[in-house]
């Protein structure tokens, strides 16, 4: 499975790496993508990324996934970015992963992709969310799309999308290795 990260400034850091790393484990390649013009990204507490690409350079198609982290300023950028928004809605239509976390649903909502599902954000966010269902589980999964709350069920999400991604067993072996709850 391939996974396009996108990456945008202030995005959360443990929401982004927790995944990556679990992915990475369980045999996923993860390829980060600014969706600025540079591959330098700097997160919401400093940490500086320099992406494998921009999401301008990215053929979408060669994708399985594609994942969008929160955090109150990377969100914001994502959520005005036209270019993130025609790549969610291309997995949409192509009925492939997309999982957001934290703040990032709400790029889902904005782009119409959860009107009828079953979804969960950000405490506080879920007044913004159009959705079916408004859920406070710490993660959703509803057909291709896998939501999740913030920092705090990081490991929860990345391994519920592993799962998803690859087989319970995959997950069940990476939770083990890492001695995840």
Do not use: Y
């Not at 859920?135 to 999308?161: C, H, M, P, Q, Y």
């Amino acid at each position: 499975m391939k996974v396009l990260a996108l990456l945008a400034d202030g995005f959360e850091e443990t929401e982004f790496v927790v995944p990556f790393d679990l992915w990475q484990r369980g045999g996923c390649e993860v390829v980060t993508a600014s969706i600025k013009q540079t591959p330098d990204v700097t997160g919401a507490h400093g940490l500086p990324v320099k992406a494998d690409t921009t999401l301008g350079s990215s053929d979408i198609e060669k994708f399985d996934a594609i994942f969008l982290p929160g955090g109150g300023l990377g969100v914001k950028n994502l959520a005005a970015s036209s270019a993130v928004e025609k790549a969610i809605c291309a997995m949409n239509d192509a009925d492939k992963w997309i999982f957001a976390i934290c703040a990032a649903p709400l790029v889902l909502s904005k782009a119409g992709l959860l009107v009828d599902r079953r979804c969960t954000c950000f405490p506080g966010c879920e007044g913004e969310l159009v959705c079916r269902e408004f859920s406070e589980d710490r993660v959703v999964v509803d057909g291709n799309i896998i939501t999740s709350r913030g920092a705090g069920t990081a490991e929860e999400f990345a391994l519920a999308t592993l799962a998803s991604m690859t087989d319970t067993e995959t997950a069940d072996r990476i939770r083990k290795q890492v001695v995840a709850r």
